[in-house]
């Protein structure tokens, strides 16, 4: 939303909300059905032709652990964000704008990194010359 308050002065804001929800429930022991030229009962770091450095395959490359993954591929989360700013012409050639963030992140699930939910505030401010 923009709003022009005065000649110099343009004042602007915005809302945003994000609701997501996904879920993935794939078992890895179906893949041995979709390549059924390749024995996918050996875990991949047993089979001898791991990638080196730091491509390798890792020890904990199962069916069990692989099985897992789909619990941390579910994604329930809720976003809110609220900008306030503004605009101010000095002159119709030079100006300063500035902006003010809030930033809610809210989810009870925990990703591959932990509980992510948080609260951020962020700002700008800038100014410009118009050539």
């Known amino acids: ?3 022009q308050a005065t000649e110099q002065l343009k004042l602007n804001a915005g809302f945003t909300y994000n609701n997501a929800k996904d879920r993935w ?6 893949r041995a059905s979709l390549f059924p030229e390749n024995d996918l009962s050996t875990p991949l770091a047993d089979t001898g032709i ?9 020890n904990y490359d199962t069916w069990e652990m692989n099985n897992l993954i789909d619990s ?3 994604l329930s989360y809720e976003q809110f964000q609220v900008t306030v700013g503004g605009t101010y012409n000095f002159t119709p050639s030079c100006y ?30 800038g100014f410009g010359y118009r050539f």
């Open 96 to 125: 300063t704008t500035a902006s003010l963030t809030y930033d809610k992140f809210i989810s009870d699930e925990m990703y591959v990194y932990g509980d992510e939910d948080g609260t951020a505030y962020y700002g700008y401010l």
């Open 25 to 30: 429930d794939w078992k890895f022991s179906e």
């Open 50 to 58: 791991e990638a080196p450095g730091a491509y390798a395959s890792v």
């Open 72 to 74: 941390y591929s579910d």
């Open 1 to 3: 939303m923009d709003y």
